[in-house]
């Protein structure tokens, strides 16, 4: 299978405030209103 991209949305938009551009996350992400969204960052 070619690689694919992928659209999250936050959950809380300041989550993405502590995250430097460009850095490697981990994450948890739920189905919310029909939109993947990202729930938790680890």
């Known amino acids: 299978m070619p690689a694919m991209t992928m659209v999250f949305v936050l959950a809380d938009p300041a989550m993405a405030e502590q995250l ?10 739920d189905r919310v209103n029909g939109k993947l969204t990202v729930t938790e960052l680890r």
């Not at 551009?21 to 992400?29: S, V």
């Open 20 to 29: 430097p551009e460009g850095a490697a996350i981990k994450f948890a992400a």
